[in-house]
């Protein structure tokens, strides 16, 4: 049967905003407060997944959550109607405001973790939420996220859906952002590699001196036991601590893989090649390709800068990979030499595309935080809600219903705007209606 992987991006949503809410995520801290475009980040995005539509890709699509999250701030105390709840919160707590109105769902890569059915012992599609604790404005995804999972992937025979792990900071999961899978043809059992920043039940144990560690190998291990994945199938490293304090808050910024290839940074992981022997060893006899980018050739700060390593890496129709780049790969020279000599070097990578995604880009969120990836086989790629596929079709009307709906540009004052709240919610009605996903957000329910 054949096989294929999936990118589900995330669209953006209609309150895209730079709110600086991401310690530790060196964009998001240095944009804050800019003014930001929801329209052309929307726009952007979309030009991606049909650019990979096109290529012969499967391209899926993601919908946005429902901000302002009027229901968390009512939970929080503002109240009165949902004009005073937005005013109240503006004056007493604008830092609660902006959380609370930020679009962070478009990064997908951390809307969950999935295991493909070849990995999973009871032969069906995984997927655990992420529950992102570690940032309050992300902490408000998970519930959606597994509502829009189930609405999407809605077939108990092919899907299993599990609750996103307990909501503290010792079971912090931040999703496929800390996961990769090696496997040789996509339907085939593969290796999940699961890297986590800290271990939170043992403080002798390193972990980062500046910046928070986000994942935590408790919660890594407790997605793998759910997912029914076998230990001799599984590998685990810890993050480099010291790479995360200079702001690779998930490992996909430091390193991204696809079927036999494995690219990162040479600072990316502690003990690498303990790591690497395992892996290779779990992999078995196939041939695997490990790609380590030097520090001479790119810095860890041109890595981060660049976002070299959160490309997506994807098989073409021809057995050949592609490196989907940012623009800011292309204009910084010694990541453009690097790329350039990578394509003729002997790997299955023969080409680079390069992609604008700077709305995305300035609250650190590249290429590949836009996607989550599904392994699916034939018949679980039929049994997924099919308007959620991109095709030229689902493009036109997508793009029509951002340009109808989104404004051109946000500031920070224009979060309390109630007349925002209104676009947002008919919008987003309208989108469940084109994305056929039925009253998933929780205004269309109460
Ligand atoms: O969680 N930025 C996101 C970026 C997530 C990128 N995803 C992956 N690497 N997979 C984050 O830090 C910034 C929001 C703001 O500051 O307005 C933000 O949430």
Known sequence: MKSFEVNFDGLVGPTHNYAGLSEGNVASKSNANEASSPKSAALQGLAKMKALHDMGMNQGVFAPQERPDIFSLRRLG???TDANVLEQAYKHSPSVLSACCSASSMWTANAATVSPSADTNDGKVHFTPANLTNKFHRSLEPTTTGSLLKAVFN???????HLHLNDNDHFGDEGAANHTRLCNEYGEKGVEIFTFGKYAFNVAMPAPKIYPARQTIEASQAVARLHGLSDDKVVYVQQNPDVIDQGVFHNDVIAVGNQ?????????????????????????????HCI?????????????STYLFNTQIITLNDGTMAIIAPMHCHDNPRVKAYLDKLVTLNTPIKQVKYFDVNESMKNGGGPACLRLRVAMNEQELAAVNPNCLMNDELYGKLTGWVDKHYREQINFDDLRDPQLLIESRESLDQLTQILNIGSVYRFQKD
Do not use: C, M, P, W
């Open 78 to 80: 503002f109240s009165g």
């Open 155 to 161: 077939d108990d025979n092919h899907f299993n859906h």
């Open 260 to 288: 036999n290839v494995l690219f990162y940074h040479e600072q990316a992981f502690l003990q690498t090649d303990r790591f690497i022997n395992e892996l290779s060893g779990k992999f078995g006899s196939e041939e695997l």
């Open 292 to 304: 380590k980018v030097d520090s001479k050739d790119v810095s860890v700060q041109d890595a981060v």
